[in-house]
């Protein structure tokens, strides 16, 4: 007769929660030879995950740098995941502040105006940029609307009187106005300025 443990809750909850991980990277994309390790939070567990760096956009998911340890390659050989772009860095950075509120001429860390949040996140990051919406406008390098890029500066109205950051899928994080947090929006929420790169 076989003896059988008796598992506890949390190695059920790890149990479950690896084979689901397993699973849906399976099913999205099954022909995949490389596999990514992804590291359960909390568990000290890791699963290989096939295909999951070739999913749309999943680098773009808050904290993909801190749970997938590394791609493994169909020969077994392994290398570090890539370091979350410098646009990635600015757009976590101000995702880290959806909630904070809205305070005319404040510029952080914890209530923002909208060129307050924006110089604020990039000085994060090391970027010293101009303080108002308008100075911001008119620095950096241009960027087309169709060649936006997640961390790019966004602004609105004519004379650049409202500015915020781009994520990426068509929407922006800004700090709006007073009673409105800093929230996400669609980037065509506003009457579309000018956007810059710094």
């Given amino acids: 007769m076989a003896k059988h443990r008796r598992q506890n809750k949390t190695t059920r909850r790890i149990a479950i929660a690896s084979t689901a991980v397993a699973m849906g990277a399976t099913a999205i994309s099954p022909a995949v030879a490389g596999a990514a390790e992804v590291q359960i939070p909390e568990t000290g567990y890791t699963v290989d995950v096939p295909g999951l760096e070739n999913v749309p956009g999943v680098q773009d998911v808050p904290g993909y740098s801190d749970y997938v340890v590394q791609n493994n390659t169909a020969g077994g050989s392994s290398a570090p995941a890539a370091p979350a772009s410098e646009g990635q860095r600015i757009v ?106 710094f």
């Avoid at 004519?158 to 500015?163: F, R």
């Avoid at 009673?179 to 579309?192: A, I, K, N, S």
Wanted: proline residues 7%.
């Fill in 92 to 197: 976590e950075i101000a995702q880290s502040k959806i909630g904070a509120p809205y305070v005319y001429g404040a510029s952080g860390p914890n209530a923002f105006d909208c060129s307050g949040f924006t110089s604020w996140v990039y000085a994060q990051v090391g970027k010293q940029i101009p303080r108002t919406s308008q100075a911001q406008a008119s620095a950096g390098t241009p960027v087309a609307y169709n060649d936006l890029q997640p961390g790019d500066i966004v602004s609105f109205y004519g004379g650049a009187s409202h500015v915020g950051i781009y994520i990426g899928d068509g929407k922006i994080i800004d700090a709006l106005n007073s009673g409105t947090p800093v929230g996400v929006r669609t980037l065509d929420y506003m009457p579309f300025n000018n956007a810059v790169r």
